[in-house]
């Protein structure tokens, strides 16, 4: 996230600096992956790169938006924000336009205002980029409107946005993350309560790369909302399952266990529905497992669930690719490296990979080469660290 650089384009675009620069992080997701719409629990880390928007004075009722990285500029109509009806992917416009929505919903005075946004994000790299800009762009607009009372929504507004506006029916880990993410800490988060906790990652001794697959992900949309739709129907033929046998019916897939789903599946689950909610409910347990190994320092256990977690996505949930499962292989088995999984919603995007401190060279030599030999090209591998928003 580069504030500085941020405030320097708007000046160039404006003529005069902005009034503030707002910074918020992407994220990689260390396990519980598909679970955050099913009731479960994820560690997600935020990270150092992200998106920061520069706010200043525009016209009224008008928000002008200049997107650096994709060199675009829009203008939007305060009084007729609607969702885009004419079928083209969803952009920065789409996702400022949500968040500006959901505050002026809520009530809150959004002034004229002229908006740029910068990134230091891979875009469509399953890093949650669309989180990282709707957060930015949440604090730059309320900070600018000088209030700070939607705060506590900020996650949900956000969010919002990204249903209403893109049209993924994502579940709230992505913007929890960009959120409530601290620097040096794996946010636990309980997406059926959002109780929430941060718990220290060692960064010394651990590091974290992330390695870019570069497989466009023009479907994942259509394809995640498949996935929350096949979850969805799972929970419904569990509850009827449950209450067939007098027993309570599951609130949420990810807690509903997996003598409910044998029994479902000994009663006609098919065989499709049974591998997604197999997922679930295993992903579910790993995350829980993971928790008392990360509290315990135990990494290499932490790591083990990390490549479990991966072939549960890779069998199960059926969202991985060649490309991912291949990055994945290329560091197993390596000195030094203790887990490596896909992160995010999958079909391309990123492998997140643990190491112990001065291991890092050797893990990303590792997935450059075996890709280049497999894929012909070489993809980017970056070590991470954790960060958090600010605004100056
Ligand atoms: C995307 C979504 C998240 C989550 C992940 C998969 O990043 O935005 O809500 O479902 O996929 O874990």
Redesign the pocket.
Known sequence: MDPEKTRALYTRWSGSPPDLTASAPGRV?LL??????CGGT?LPLSLDLGVSAAVGPGRPGKLDVRACDLDAECELDLEDLRPREDGRPADYRDYVAGVAAGLLERGCPLPGARILLHGDLPMRA?L?SS?ALEIAVFLALTRFAGTMDFDGEAPQICREA?HRYAG?K?????QFASWYGRLSGVLRLDCATLEYEVIPLEERRVKVLVADSGVPRELASSK?NERTAACDAALASLAAKAEEEGLEPPAWLASAGEELLEKARAGGLDEETWKRARHVISEQQRVEEAVRALKARDMDRFGDLMFASHESLRDLYEVSCPELDLLVESVRGLDGVLGAKMS???FGGAVVCLVRRGREKKAKAAMERAFRDRFGRTPPVMVVRSGQWYVA
């Open positions: 997701n519980g992956e598909h679970i955050d719409y994820v399953g949650s989180a990204e993924v994502c579940g709230i880990m992505d995640y995010g919603a999958g």
